[in-house]
């Protein structure tokens, strides 16, 4: 539900703001994301790894307290530098900081109530969040705010979604805080910098994409991550929420991870093949139809980087395996080589061939670097990369056929034929993977003969 509002106002978003806008609403997004990663001291990410309940809400509300001051000291840095001679401050520094606190603060609460099983919570806070938000920024492009309207939408969303989950967490630690930050340094210390570079290089690429190649270039490559990132944001997160504390509960009680990882990673794959295969073959058409021609762009820049967001959007959810199995000191080497690979192939445009080429490169080094992350979580669970490939073979093979024939036949068939081509092999791999997915669901216990037998009518 939360995904269904986010492209209905997706939709009516790109026809009240223009490329710019969307591009100086993304540094911003990118510029709080990055700093609220850092912020919380990932402290969220030990929620799951707490011993019991008590350390877990200790912990939390370090997280909480940690990511407040972070952002109040953010509003006086943006004071202090408005009261300068000769400066002129507008709107969207003065939106920073509390964007900072209510993302950090959000993503605190999701993983409190996710330890806790506590899912309905996370799924109404999500889908009330996404209408909050896109009411807002549909009010702000009726009024003409441009950028600062995209923004006060979203940090109005992240303020409602906030309040709601951080409503149900006990108050406690509040006191003692820095000592339970203090307790958990070395987690902070080894899993800030990796998120902080993954948050950079992948979530919140915004601010590099305008430095090489203009604000309009990255909104355009905003807006198609944007739209890209729904099947993430629908099936990726939910597993995400669900895995990670499931996996730190296993490996707690010593029990065998390798059956959740692997299957989860062919779901995740199946899923992934007919979504970003059709924005592969079809996306400035598709983003043409549903947004208007001035976005068709976008489209092109979505279809390069399908490939990478389809190997992500298995690596994603696994890769909170190396945080459970406390493999913080290698993510931290591997986390400043992969940035270093991903700014410089996305670099790789200015010096010829432009933003395509360079979103290009950006694309092959992330689908390279997610396929390395995959590897290593089924190895990590003695499941070998080659012994998956070979279970799931045949889907793939058919996906490695079928989507590249229909790209060579592209421009050279009528299009109505090739349309129906590539609704035929959409539905076919959905078709596919819904089945194989079907057959994975846990079968219900059968009733009691005395529940099914009808009640005897008294009197």
Known sequence: ???VVAVAASILLARFYTPREFGEFSVLLATSMIVATAATLRLEMAVPLAGDDREADEVASAAVAAVTAVAGLGLVGVAVYASLPATSVGVMPWLIPPAVAVTGAAAVGRMVQSRRNRFTVVARSTVSSSLVQGAGQVAGGLLGWGAIGLAGGYLAGRVWCAAQLLDRIPRGGWAGWWATAHRWRQFCLLSTGPAVLNTLSVAAVSPIVAACYGVT?????????????????????????????????????????????????????????????????????LFAAAFG???RQAGVLAAVLAPWLAASFVSSPLSTLMTVKNELRRLLLLSGVETAVRVGA???????????????????????ISVYYVRWSLRLVGV??????????????????????????????????FAAGVVVVTAGMLGWAGAWLYRQAPARPAAPAAARQPAAVSG
């Open 1 to 3: 539900m939360s995904q």
């Open 217 to 285: 270039v990255s909104g355009l490559f905003a807006f198609a991550t944007r739209i890209l990132t729904l099947p993430t944001a629908l099936v990726g997160q939910a597993v995400s929420a669900v895995l990670y504390p499931k996996l730190a509960q296993l490996d707690r009680d010593g029990g065998d991870l390798r059956d959740a990882v692997d299957r989860t990673a062919s779901g995740l794959a199946m899923l992934a093949v007919p979504c970003f295969g059709l924005v592969a073959v079809a996306g400035p058409e």
């Open 293 to 295: 021609d001035r976005w």
């Open 346 to 368: 996305l670099a790789i445009g200015v010096a010829g061939g432009g933003p395509t080429v360079g979103v290009a490169c950006y694309a092959a080094a992330g689908t390279a």
């Open 384 to 417: 070998p990369l080659r012994v998956w490939l070979r279970r799931r073979w045949l889907f793939l093979s058919a996906a490695g056929v079928s989507y590249p024939l229909l790209l060579a036949v592209k421009g050279h068939i009528p299009g109505l034929l």
